[in-house]
């Protein structure tokens, strides 16, 4: 079952997704369980490969569905680092991540954000 979701970029815009529990459930309903977040994002260091969100504590591991080959515009917990990643081009990570759900509009708005810009996930309606 398919959460929609929306992703409120302070003075950017608004990006459109869903969550999804078929790949990890623990994770998804533990970041259900704790919306709306609001957190400041940033992106990964030295590229534009992601938009992440640290400091998500939700603190859940690797399921046997957790993989290293994420795509442009899925939504993934890293239980190593505790942080919500939206990824912007396809990358292999450093660890396997629990993928959790995936953007379905506005991706590109990511790309004209700045380090440090307030982000609050919350539940479409």
């Known amino acids: 079952m398919a959460i929609k979701i929306k992703i ?3 003075g950017i815009g608004t990006i459109k997704g869903e969550l999804n529990r078929i790949y990890a459930p623990l994770s998804a309903d533990a970041i259900l369980r704790k919306l709306p977040i609001i957190l400041r994002g940033r992106f990964s260091f030295g590229s534009k490969a992601y938009w992440t969100l640290p400091g998500i504590e939700i603190y859940k591991g690797q399921n046997p569905k957790s993989v290293k080959n994420v795509e442009k515009g899925e939504i993934i917990y890293n239980p190593k680092t505790d942080e919500l ?3 912007l081009e396809n990358i292999e990570m450093p660890n396997k991540v629990n993928k959790i759900g995936k953007v379905s509009d506005n991706l590109e708005i990511l790309l004209n954000a700045k380090n440090g810009l307030n982000t609050k996930i919350s539940k479409a309606r």
């Open 8 to 10: 409120d970029l302070t």
């Open 85 to 87: 990643l939206i990824i």
